[in-house]
Nanobody, 122 residues
Framework: VQLQASGGGLVQAGGSLRLSCAASGRTFVNYAVGWFRQASGKARDFVAA????????YYADSVKGRFTISRDNAKNTVYLQMNSLNPEDTAVYYCAARERIASMIVGLYDYWGQGTLVTVSS
């Protein structure tokens, strides 16, 4: 499956962005999708994930209550709505896919998008 992340940009602290992860190539409904982020000089960290049906979602503690992951299988797209952004959220955001069951572990994902940069100014 091929993934294309989009929606990043520059936003002021307290603002919002919505990232999109568009999938193609295989039956998207069979795949769980995760969002990860990597700040400059740091490791790639888990942000949020959603299982194949959309019934189960998972969030890193740092984004709970501010970020919401959702999917539209008819559009082969997963979204990450990000509210109340702060400068610590600045990073390249990646979406990734694996079969059916979501995971918070980077190494368990088989397919990765190219990343989209989110910059939050103070």
């Amino acid at each position: 499956v091929q993934l294309q992340a989009s929606g990043g940009g520059l936003v002021q602290a307290g603002g919002s962005l919505r990232l999109s992860c568009a999938a193609s190539g295989r039956t998207f409904v069979n795949y769980a999708v995760g969002w990860f982020r990597q700040a400059s000089g740091k490791a790639r960290d888990f942000v949020a994930a959603i299982n194949w049906s959309g019934e189960s979602t998972y969030y890193a503690d740092s984004v709970k209550g501010r970020f919401t992951i959702s999917r539209d299988n008819a559009k082969n797209t997963v979204y990450l709505q990000m509210n109340s952004l702060n400068p610590e959220d600045t990073a390249v955001y990646y979406c990734a896919a694996r079969e059916r069951i979501a995971s918070m572990i980077v190494g368990l994902y088989d397919y990765w998008g190219q990343g989209t940069l989110v910059t939050v100014s103070s």
